[in-house]
């Protein structure tokens, strides 16, 4: 069974820092997708990573995948407030012609950006 | 505005009712998702319709669910005899066929079983 965890589940950071959170996964994949969600909200794709080495930039994010460590990171540059929100991974493991992305999540990171 | 749409937003009912939920999907897109998301969770997948064919349920999705897309557009969700369990956000994603599938994800109906 596919397993998706990301870390941290909680992160407090001040504008102007950066990090990074990552997402690891347990079986082959080459689909990654970078998911935001406010509070009460929908999910609003970010990013949609598909090989190994891709590297994706929007903003003050950036997203890349290593699919042979089966690891995904979002990193975050000079953060500011309007960041804070929750931040899922997804991976997609299809199982056949016919079969579509079935999209298995992390637990979320639940990032706040203090001023 | 021609995201995913969905209805209800809010859904209060008692528990033993049925309920049903409606999403209309991105119009060009002919896959269509369901999935729950409880609080503090990442969303967790129900079914999937390919046009109007349903190729894949979870094993979550127990015999009180039943989903449909019959004409191949909106799809709905049903679940009768609501256990304080379903209590749940209810999310509704469609993709087109190409290969980045990346999908788009309704606001979502909150559904509250008393």
């Known amino acids: 069974e596919l397993k998706v965890e990301q870390n941290p589940l909680f992160l407090s950071m001040q504008e102007g820092k950066n990090y990074t959170i990552y997402c690891n996964y347990s079986t082959t994949s080459d689909r990654l997708y970078w998911y935001r969600q406010d509070p009460g909200k929908s999910l609003e794709s970010l990013f949609v990573l598909l090989s190994n080495g891709a590297v994706k930039q929007e903003g003050r994010l950036m997203a890349s995948l290593d699919t042979k460590a089966r690891l995904s990171t979002l990193h975050i540059t000079a953060a500011v407030h309007d960041l804070s929100a929750t931040y899922f991974c997804a991976v997609d493991i299809r199982r056949g012609e016919t079969s579509g992305s079935r999209l298995t999540f992390g637990e979320g990171t639940q990032l706040t950006v203090n001023p | 505005d021609t995201g995913v749409s969905q209805n209800p937003r809010h859904k209060i009912t008692k528990r033993g009712q049925n309920v049903t939920f409606r999403c209309d999907p991105i119009?060009?897109?002919?896959?269509l998702y369901w999935y729950r998301q409880t609080l503090g969770q990442g969303p967790e997948f129900l079914t999937y319709f390919q046009n109007e064919a349903q190729l894949e349920k979870s094993r979550l999705l127990s015999d009180r669910f039943s989903a449909e897309r019959p004409k191949g557009s909106f799809s709905t969700l049903e679940i009768q005899r609501t256990e304080q369990g379903d209590s749940a956000m209810y999310l509704c994603?469609?993709?087109?066929?190409?290969?980045?599938?990346?999908?788009?994800f309704g606001p979502g109906t909150r559904l509250t079983v008393l």
């Open positions: 119009s060009e897109h002919n896959r």
């Open positions: 994603a469609s993709s087109n066929r190409g290969y980045y599938n990346e999908q788009f």
